[in-house]
Structures are given as C-alpha cells and as structure tokens.
C-alpha cells in the first residue's frame, strides 16, 4: 500500500476496510499513527477503531466537531484540546499509550498534546478487530453513520510499543522508520466492504 490511499467518498455505516494485524497478543502499550485528509469540521470522524470480543473501544482515535480529538482505551474515553489540525490538507495523527502508567498522548502535525491518565494497568487483550472508516459499537459491527470516516487515510502504522518523541517526529515528516509491527501500511493486508476506494496518491507536484 506504499503511495497508495484509502478514500471514503460518503457518508455510510456499510463501507470500511477491515485490517488483518500482523500479531494477536496481550496489548500493556500501543502507539498507532495515521495520515488523514478531510473537509469536514461538523461532525465526528473515527480516525482508527480497534476492538476486542469483550470491549468494542478497544482503541479508537475520534476527530471531534470542534478540533478536538478523544481516545478510547477499553471503553473509557478521554478528550484532547487545541491541536492543530486543518482542512483540506494532509495532517499526521498519533496516539500513544502505556499500561504501565496509563499515560495517554496524541500527537497532531507535529505537536503534542497533554499526556493524560486512562486505564493505567489495563490490557488490551483478545483477538482484535481492526477497522478504518467506522466506529466499532460492536466487535465487527454497530456502525452509525454520524460515526464514519469521510475523506481519505493513508500511511496507517501499529506498534506494540510507546514510540519515542523523536520516532514521531520523523514519522510525521515523512522519514524512513520502523514500521509498525502489528499494522504495517507498507505490506497490509486489508479487506474492503462496501463503497471504498483505494487509489494512488495524487502528485500535487507539477
């Protein structure tokens, strides 16, 4: 999928894609990051869903109505403020979490947010549901429309692990790093439902 998009063109609760991770384990850190490009300002976006068998909020990264963005960690959610995101452009997003110390930071185009407190010793553990363009209200399903992804994503990466600030970084500058091990955009295997659309990016440079 390198060079390549995922393009959710409408509103729906029947289109997604449905990733197939890499790994299936104990979850006790997570980082995933994600590129998404959007217009839309008046309504909430699921960025990245992940659910369990027992906890459809696995791990959900929501653009909010307002900029503001929420993080779910086993169906407990927490809100972050003032990062700096904009339409119609491509902006980078990464959420971080430890188990250890429930520590919880998401990154926007290069800055940080707060870190803030949820689920400190949880684990996210059972087989996991992967899924862009929809919010999981279920293991697999529970799709509402107002909860859909609208615009396009790419460069969606997992790790098992908390990235350092400088991984980030360079991440979000488009740097070589690690992929992610548990989603690796570079060799994903995904399955697509419904009216999505995976194209090569444009070149915007003539």
Known sequence: MSGKEIISPGESNTAYVKITPDMNKIFFAVTVCVGFFTDYQTKELTIFSLATPSHADGFVIFRGDGGNYRVYIQDQGIYFWGLPDKMNEWNSVCGTWDASTGLTQLWVNGKPSARKALQAGGSISGTPSIILGQDQDAYVGGFDVYD??????TDVHMWDRVLSPCEIQSY??????SPGNVVNWNALKYTRHDYVVVETMQNLIC
């Not at 979000?172 to 790093?177: A, C, R, T």
Request: proline share 0%.
């Open 148 to 153: 859909s992804f609208y615009g396009h994503e």
């Open 172 to 177: 979000m500058k488009g740097e070589v790093l």
